[in-house]
């Protein structure tokens, strides 16, 4: 089993739709988690942070339940700028390992007019 | 400072030469990491340092493969007697850590490598 696994995608929706996102990790000991934006051929870039208690960044809902290892992020009123693949992140935390993030293989999205 | 700068931005090379990549992180930042990445598939770890120090390694680094960071500022990743299986993206990032706090990674534009 991958350490952190994503709906595979990709994702088309019009202009407004609400999409979401599901990811898994295999790892009980993770500690942080993050979902990143990378366009293509450009670099990873932090989207958001996740916290246990959900958080909200305008159009954006991440939500974690560390009981069944499972991370989401909810994107509102999409736009044709959100068009780009979704990284989801883990931190692992255990014996040695206490800085590389883990990455899935990210969902593409396509936003059309 | 506006960021993390990676040279080169692209290297072709021919089989069984090796490739030297830089990485300069953003200068308050005290880890630096690299990763690989392939189409279709999310950045895989390859190493990390903590100011001058390596801290952890990925399976992923051959033997070939060699990362330094002399002075705890840039880092050099090497690859002696490059393989077609290397062509990937090879991105840096660096990161501040205080404590237990790990704050998110700003990653550099990478360096594209291409083995011929």
């Known amino acids: 089993r991958k350490e952190v696994e994503q709906d595979p995608g990709p994702f088309n929706v019009p202009e407004g739709a609400t999409v979401a996102f599901n990811c898994t990790y295999s790892?009980?000991?993770?500690?942080?988690f993050f979902w990143y934006r990378q366009d293509c051929r450009k670099e990873p870039k932090l989207l958001m942070s996740?916290?246990?208690s959900g958080n909200e960044d305008g159009r954006f809902t991440a939500q974690l339940n560390r009981a069944s290892q499972y991370i989401s992020l909810l994107i509102r009123d999409s736009k044709l700028s959100d068009s780009a693949t979704y990284l989801c992140?883990?931190?692992?935390?255990?014996?040695?390992?206490?800085?590389?993030?883990?990455f899935g293989k990210g969902t593409k999205l396509s936003v059309k007019p | 400072d506006t960021g993390v700068s990676q040279n080169p931005r692209h290297k072709i090379t021919k089989r069984g030469q090796n490739v030297t990549f830089r990485c300069d992180p953003i200068s308050e930042h005290n880890r630096l990491y690299w990763y690989r990445q392939t189409l279709g598939q999310g950045p895989e770890f390859l190493t990390y340092?903590?100011?001058?120090?390596?801290?952890?390694k990925s399976r992923l680094l051959s033997d070939r493969f060699s990362a330094e960071r002399p002075k705890g500022s840039f880092s050099t990743l090497e690859i002696q007697r490059t393989e077609q299986g290397d062509s990937a993206m090879y991105l840096c990032?660096?990161?501040?850590?205080?404590?237990?706090?790990?704050?998110?990674?700003?990653f550099g534009s990478g360096t594209r490598l291409t083995v011929v």
């Open positions: 990032a660096s990161s501040r850590r205080r404590g237990t706090a790990n704050y998110g990674y700003t």
């Open positions: 340092f903590q100011n001058e120090a390596q801290l952890e």
């Open positions: 992140v883990v931190n692992l935390n255990y014996g040695g390992s206490q800085g590389n993030l883990i």
């Open positions: 790892n009980s000991a993770s500690q942080s």
């Open positions: 996740v916290y246990s």
